[in-house]
Nanobody, 122 residues
Framework: VQLQASGGGLVQAGGSLRLSCAAS????????MGWFRQAPGKEREFVAT?????VYSDSVKGRFTVSRDNAKNTLYLQMNDLKPEDTAVYYC???????????????????WGQGTKVTVSS
């Protein structure tokens, strides 16, 4: 499956952005989907994942919402109340792992998008 992330940009603290990840190729519904991010000088970290419902990292819980539109083969990440520490390149990913996987580690994902940059100014 090929993944194309979009929607990043520059936003002020407290603002909102919605990221999208368009999937093509194999059947989108077969995959659990996830968002990760990598801030400058830091390792890539888990943000959110969705199979049937969303699971979030503590740092974004209550501010971000992950969703998917299976009819459009698209994954979304609605980001509200953005903070400067949310500045990062955001990556979408697809996993073929079954329900026993927590899907919070990079190694659990098979396919990755190219990333979209989010910058939050203070």
């Amino acid at each position: 499956v090929q993944l194309q992330a979009s929607g990043g940009g520059l936003v002020q603290a407290g603002g909102s952005l919605r990221l999208s990840c368009a999937a093509s190729g194999r059947t989108f519904t077969k995959y659990a989907m996830g968002w990760f991010r990598q801030a400058p000088g830091k390792e890539r970290e888990f943000v959110a994942t969705i199979r049937w419902s969303g699971v979030y990292s503590d740092s974004v819980k209550g501010r971000f919402t992950v969703s998917r539109d299976n009819a459009k083969n698209t994954l979304y990440l609605q980001m509200n109340d953005l903070k400067p520490e949310d500045t990062a390149v955001y990556y979408c990913a697809a996993s073929s792992r079954d329900f026993r996987s927590l899907l919070m580690r990079e190694g659990e994902y098979d396919y990755w998008g190219q990333g979209t940059k989010v910058t939050v100014s203070s």
